[in-house]
């Protein structure tokens, strides 16, 4: 090589590679197979359908189309005016019905459908006699409480 040739940086000539590095630099693209534009290879990379459960696009309709019905304003009102206890369960069954059948577990969502509908019978039914014989308590209390005070003649 004669001088007048321009010199890479660190004094190298131009082509020629340091010691332990292959000669090109930045431009060059690699070599052999893989790389960031490469597809991985197998199932499950990109380009290749999902495998198992799951994946892209909308969850599966069940039958019909409509889930069955959740009764979560029954399991709620029944709650707050009724029975607490009996509508925490009914809430609790009520909440698993649609998760359920979005997932495709029709089965499930109907029997939580069932079961969210029985406990909030339960705490409906459970509040009303409560409430009745809370009143029969109040009216029995409040007549025998004034025959005490009768004036006498």
């Given at each position: 090589?004669?001088?007048?040739?321009?010199?890479?940086?660190?004094?190298?000539d131009?082509?020629?590679?340091?010691?332990?590095?292959p000669?090109?630099?930045?431009g060059?693209?690699p070599q052999?197979?893989?790389?960031?534009?490469q597809?991985?290879q197998?199932?499950?990379?990109?380009?290749?359908?999902?495998?198992?459960?799951?994946?892209?696009?909308?969850?599966?309709q069940?039958?019909?189309?409509q889930?069955?019905?959740?009764?979560?304003v029954?399991?709620?009102?029944?709650?707050?005016?009724?029975?607490?206890?009996?509508?925490?369960?009914s809430?609790?069954?009520?909440a698993q019905?649609?998760?359920?059948?979005?997932?495709?577990?029709?089965?499930?969502?109907?029997?939580?459908?069932?079961?969210?509908?029985?406990?909030?019978?339960?705490?409906?039914?459970?509040?009303?006699?409560?409430?009745?014989?809370?009143?029969?308590?109040?009216?029995?209390?409040?007549?025998?409480?004034?025959?005490d005070?009768?004036?006498?003649?």
């Amino acid at each position: 090589m004669s001088d007048d040739q321009p010199k890479a940086p660190g004094g190298r000539d131009e082509g020629q590679g340091w010691p332990g590095y292959p000669a090109g630099g930045y431009g060059q693209p690699p070599q052999g197979p893989g790389g960031y534009g490469q597809p991985p290879q197998g199932p499950g990379g990109y380009g290749y359908p999902p495998q198992g459960p799951g994946g892209y696009g909308y969850p599966p309709q069940g039958p019909g189309g409509q889930p069955p019905s959740n009764h979560l304003v029954w399991a709620i009102l029944s709650t707050i005016f009724c029975c607490l206890p009996l509508g925490v369960v009914s809430i609790v069954f009520a909440a698993q019905v649609n998760s359920k059948y979005q997932v495709g577990d029709y089965a499930g969502a109907m029997d939580a459908s069932r079961k969210a509908k029985t406990w909030a019978l339960a705490s409906t039914l459970t509040g009303l006699i409560l409430g009745i014989l809370w009143l029969i308590v109040v009216v029995v209390a409040g007549v025998g409480g004034n025959l005490d005070t009768v004036p006498s003649q």
